[in-house]
């Protein structure tokens, strides 16, 4: 199933550098850990925001709530998910 997955990030303004700093690597290694799963299909930065646009393909509803709940940075995140459906007008492979 695809999913269609916006993630704002909003860090507590007084956490200190260094644990700012770990936090967002062990983010970045368990994403890139996702994408060559395949699970983790795109990850695009939403210009001018600490945010992303990112597309899931996962088993189902479950699997992909264990894999967001698993992000370093989940407990400060808002998290928007759209399940997606091919589009009968879609031309491009893999838009469906």
Do not use: C
Request: cysteine-free; proline content about 7%; glycine content about 6%.
């Amino acid at each position: 199933m695809l999913y269609a997955v916006t993630m704002h990030v909003e860090l507590p303004p007084g956490m200190p550098l260094e644990e700012r700093e770990q936090l967002i690597a062990h983010e970045k290694e368990y994403a890139q850990e996702l994408q060559r799963a395949g699970e983790w299909r795109h990850l695009w930065r939403v210009v001018g925001k600490y945010a992303n646009l990112s597309i899931f393909d996962v088993a189902d509803h479950d699997r992909l709530h264990v894999l967001l709940s698993g992000l370093p940075l989940y407990p400060h995140m808002r998290i928007d998910v759209v399940p997606l459906a091919a589009h009968p007008s879609a031309i491009r492979e893999g838009a469906s």
